[in-house]
């Protein structure tokens, strides 16, 4: 009996020992699987020969992009990946591509860049809901995002960015420059020889110094335009129903052409009226301000325009 007893007591501490050791053994490998770097985020920095007239390209679906210009021709890039993501950058001299390569499509991680760049390189970066702030780049630009901002500080020689659910901001003069949004708001601050901003249903923003050719097309969205004309330049004003204010400096040469076709028209730049539409409703007015000069169109199909003198 003592015998059988014995053996019996073996097999258990037997049994208790294996449990024990697959326990150890599937703790240790747990431990291993979580701290692996696909349940943690990663930093990365990494730079690349780029010249000053070069060319860079930047994808990152999702947090953000923050771009430095500087007098280096090198591309320098900082940042932190979301779980389980690469980064991949590579080029040459004249050129070069970094993109970030999420580890689940349906559902990206958040990855955050800081990259500084040559100041006069042509730079493209393209978004989804990452939003994209730009600074000191004299060099083009070309930004797009889906539904982040857009944030752009300087003077680019030129400058083409479009949100389709998010803000633009721009402060600076660049040369040549186009702004797009759908629902999101435009504002600039700054001057340009060659503007052209649109939306639907968001507001257009324009406040800074001498104009030379804009053109400011929404839907529904409002817009608002204070700055100077330059007197051969070419202003187009076109809004469906949004409203229209736009204020310039006193003595300012222009030629004005304003037709609303059910709205209403408010002329506080000259003692000129506005008289009936041609169809017997809403307002028209032409003028000329110190003798005429630039050249100023304005159309709404059922926005109120007002005209006055900048403050």
């Not at 692996?36 to 953000?64: C, D, T, W, Y």
């Not at 506005?274 to 809403?282: A, D, L, Q, V, Y």
Request: net charge positive.
């Amino acid at each position: 009996m003592e015998a059988e007893l014995r053996v019996v007591t073996d097999r258990g501490r037997t049994r208790a020992r294996a449990a024990l050791s697959r326990a150890c053994i599937l703790g240790g490998a747990a431990i291993l699987f979580l701290s692996s770097p696909a349940f943690a985020q990663k930093k990365v920095e990494r730079k690349l020969p780029l010249g000053m007239e070069g060319a860079l390209r930047i994808v990152n679906m999702v947090g953000s992009v923050v771009v430095h210009g500087w007098d280096k021709d090198t591309v320098m890039v900082r940042g932190t990946l979301g779980a389980g993501d690469n980064f991949y950058i590579g080029g040459g001299y004249a050129g070069a591509k970094m993109f970030v390569e999420s580890a689940n499509d349906r559902d990206p991680k958040p990855t955050r860049l800081e990259v500084w760049v040559p100041s006069r390189i042509r730079l493209w970066v393209k978004t989804a809901t990452a939003n994209i702030d730009v600074n000191g780049v004299d060099g083009g630009l070309d930004l797009y995002v889906v539904s982040g901002t857009i944030d752009v500080t300087g003077s680019p020689h030129e400058l083409n960015a479009e949100a389709i659910d998010g803000d633009i901001h721009i402060t600076g003069s660049p040369p040549w420059v186009r702004a797009k949004s759908a629902s999101g708001t435009i504002v600039f601050q700054g001057a340009s020889s060659d503007a052209a901003f649109s939306t639907v249903s968001g507001a257009v923003k324009v406040d800074g110094g001498v104009f030379e050719r804009t053109k400011i097309e929404t839907v529904t969205g409002s817009i608002t335009f204070v700055g100077r004309l330059d007197r051969s330049g070419a202003f187009d004003f076109d809004t469906h129903s949004g409203t229209i204010d736009i204020a310039i400096p006193d003595r300012t040469a222009a030629s004005f052409s304003v037709v609303t076709i059910a709205g209403s028209i408010t002329n506080n730049l000259s003692k000129n009226s506005p008289i009936p539409g041609r169809f017997g409703r809403g307002a028209e007015l032409t003028m000329d301000t110190s003798g005429g000069g630039a050249k100023v169109s304005v159309r709404t199909f059922k926005g109120p325009v007002t005209l006055r003198r900048t403050q």
